[in-house]
């Protein structure tokens, strides 16, 4: 009996979660750490199934670049970086849609539609949703041609909001095409700040294989809970933000100057990251927080 009065009190704690989620949209980025394994019964998509059920309009933003680099390494083609970011050429970028769209994605919506949710894929074409522009790379010798990695130019959230509304569950591969049709590999934290921006979303979530921002990276102890707007420069020339935190942080940055409400990083190898993050008192990992003093871009 104690056992079932204690399961009373977790759903008596996460009331007024729920009450106050109604009806919100939340974005989250899974990927990485998050997406290890077999897709059946993860936790994390467990949570965002259990979102849905309860008012929340989840939208889901994947990566996949391990898979495109294992999947390149079987057709003979090595990968290559520069400061971190893939160097795509055609060939490349064919290979990153064919796992991202075709592959990856076609897995997230099943594992989620056999949890008996409703999810819908999509890549940045459908719809126009993602419209993006050639990435300009400045290495530490001058510019860097990337080929098709790009950013994002515009978002056209109307498919996004179509989904949501009635009911589903919409899972989006992060690749984009330009006015010319061009393809595009663009980095999946960056598309998530980005429609949590154009959808005026109430919470960023982007999940992560580590436990949150750490001012001393060598240090464990130094978990920032809360990080301040004001703070993320200092804290990239310090190095202690570097390679794939980066872009992660700055698509916080962007969200909340959008006015998005809240932007968290969260460990997405912790289970049920979302529902401790989103359902209770016990909040974990880093949240970006506007500058305490004047607002969003003080």
Known sequence: MEGVIEKARVLVEALPYIKSFY????VVKYGGSAMSGSLQGDSLLQDIVLMRFVGMKPVVVHGGGPEIT???KRLGKQAQFVDGLRVTDQETVEVAEMVLAGKINRAIVAAINAMGGRAVGLSGKDGNLLRARR???QGPAGPVD???VGDVEEVNPEVIHTLSEAGYIPVISPIGFDAAGATYNINADSVAGELAAALGAHKLVLLTDVEGIYRD???RRSLISALPLGEVQSLIHSGALEGGMIPKVMACVRALESGVAQSHILDGRQPHALLLEIFTQQGIGTMVVPNSA????A
Do not use: E, S
């Open 23 to 26: 009806g919100k949209t939340v």
């Open 70 to 72: 294992a999947t390149m």
């Open 135 to 137: 990435r300009l790379h």
């Open 146 to 148: 990337l080929g098709f």
């Open 217 to 219: 990276p060598r240090d």
């Open 294 to 297: 004047g607002g969003v871009g």
